[in-house]
């Protein structure tokens, strides 16, 4: 029987098993250079966000406090959760490749205006735009990556491709100790031009994304089984030349009842009815890391201005290492979520990064911290959170059907990052603000708590979907049952 309803003919497709057995080649590099510069630009901008925070309060630049710069990240996380969900529908309803260029528009948009910011209302419009470019590119990209990429080597890409978020923290970092040294450029100069050359290197990654194609597997599901099949043998020629591998047999098919769309009732019944235990593990994973992230990030140099008295110049200086470490913890760990799996690596470094966060937060509370060591503390943290935080994104993207990939996405993407992200760098601004450390350390076991609990979740109700196809994690609704 059918898992829908049927508007066309069946059609037995082997695109997907093709898709999954080809060997790494330059497409795959295409894919994740292209797709993976936007979150690398997208960590250059934030990491700006942040570390001009100490500027931003400067009366010759916008003279904002503490709750107001938390606020600023506040209206980047808001606009993230709008566009997330409207991107995210029309991602699986017109495809994936015109989402992700048009989310990246946006979001370039977004970022160099907010160059030209003159007050806290302008600048707050300005991330809330960027931000909703950015909450489009989450549903788009994420699901454009699990369907192109081989799936004995899905997990280990995609935390590497949502991981190098920052190697553009680490340039912005690098690049604020240039940018913000006011013996070579003006105060309010320099942060805007940071701002202005995250949008220009962002044109060159529209560009390459000309050349990644449609999902193959959004095509089919829509009645496109030829240019599906033209695709995927365009893929082939590239990475496999026009003769067949030796070992290869027949592919397995996959027999489907093409659909041009799906309702939104149908989604959310498929989600919540169909799926609750898939639904409440993509939710807690991303609601905890969203929390625990967008706490600490977004208030970075303010911990480090208030309570270390460090320059808000210099802040850059500690951010680096803290977003080196960020990025090499997926490099290191993520081959391991494809062979040890799913459930053993992301409970591990949840629970690990939770218990790191409580000790290192009764340090900070008792004072026996300095700036130096705080910052490598925070830095061995988050080598772990960070292959947790893009672990929770991998989960969401490759545990519903393909026809609600990018929504489903896009629905646990906002409402975790509005339940644990819009509301933490406003109340961790206010925590900071009041110049207690132990109210800050309440706020960092708060976030340790969520963890944990998202640890225990993961062990009790994970799903086991390494080296294993889309198709046979979650059957798309179209697939017809045997």
Known sequence: MANAPVHREAISTDVPARLDRLPWGSFHWLVVLALGASWAIDGLEVTLTGAVSGVLQDSATLGLDGGRIGALGSAYLFGAVVGALFCGYLTDRHGRSKLFFATLAVYLAGTLLTAFSWDFWSMATCRWITGFGIGGEYAAINSAI????????????????NGSYWVGAAAGSAATLLLLDPTLLPIDLGWRMGFGIGAILGLFVLAARRYVPESPRWLIIHGHHARAQSVVGAIEMRVTGPAPRADEGPAELLTIYPRTHVGLGVVMRTMFRDYPRRSILGLTL?????????????????????????????????????AIANFLGPLALGWLFDRLGRRVMISTTYAVSALLLLGTGVLFAHGDLSAYSQTALWSAIFFVASAAASSAYLTVSE??????????????????????????????????????RWSVFGGYAVGALLMLVAAVVEAWIGVDAERTSLERVAPPLSVVIP
């Open 146 to 161: 699990d369907e192109l990429i081989p799936a004995r080597v899905r997990g280990q890409v995609n935390l590497f491709i």
């Open 286 to 322: 991303i609601m905890s890391q969203a929390f625990l992230y967008n706490a600490i990030f977004f208030t970075y140099a303010l911990v480090l201005t208030r309570f270390y008295d460090v320059d808000a110049a210099a802040t850059g200086l500690y951010l680096l290492p803290f």
């Open 399 to 436: 545990i519903f059907p393909l026809e609600l990939r990018a929504l489903a996405i896009a629905v646990f993407y906002s409402v975790g990052t509005a339940v644990g992200g819009v509301f933490a760098p406003w109340l961790f601004g206010e925590l900071i603000g009041s110049g207690s």
